[in-house]
Nanobody
Framework: QVQLVESGGRLVQAGGSLRLSCAAS????????LGWFRQAPGKERDFVAA????????YYADSVKDRFTISRDNAKNTVYLQMNSLKPEDTAVYYC??????????????WGQGTQVTVSS
């Protein structure tokens, strides 16, 4: 079992920055890649970014590439999503996810409860 708890979501103006955190726990945590998905109202949950356990491999959705950066601190069992140059279309509930590195961009084995990010224009 893996438990994921997100934090950091809030209201921010367009062009601003925000950092989301996800605290992970579980006995098998080392076997999982961690990532972020987001879901806007009335839309499907979409992949945003992911990072392997080692931190060497990262993936990004095209819509956030060059604006968002994913990182992890294994000593703290925490993954971060630094979001810069935020746009109103980034407004969504952001979910932390855990899965194998093979699957992390498409389907998660574990989900957090989500944190709301709202970008005002």
């Amino acid at each position: 079992q893996v438990q994921l708890v997100e934090s950091g979501g809030r209201l921010v103006q367009a062009g601003g920055s925000l950092r989301l955190s996800c605290a992970a726990s579980g006995r098998t945590l080392r076997t999982y890649a961690l990532g972020w998905f987001r879901q806007a109202p009335g839309k499907e949950r979409d992949f945003v970014a992911a990072i392997s356990w080692s931190g060497i491999t990262t993936y990004y959705a095209d819509s956030v590439k060059d604006r968002f950066t994913i990182s992890r601190d294994n000593a703290k069992n925490t993954v971060y999503l630094q979001m810069n140059s935020l746009k109103p279309e980034d407004t969504a509930v952001y979910y932390c996810a855990a899965a194998s590195i093979t699957n992390i961009r498409s389907v998660a084995e574990y989900w957090g409860q989500g944190t709301q990010v709202t970008v005002s224009s």
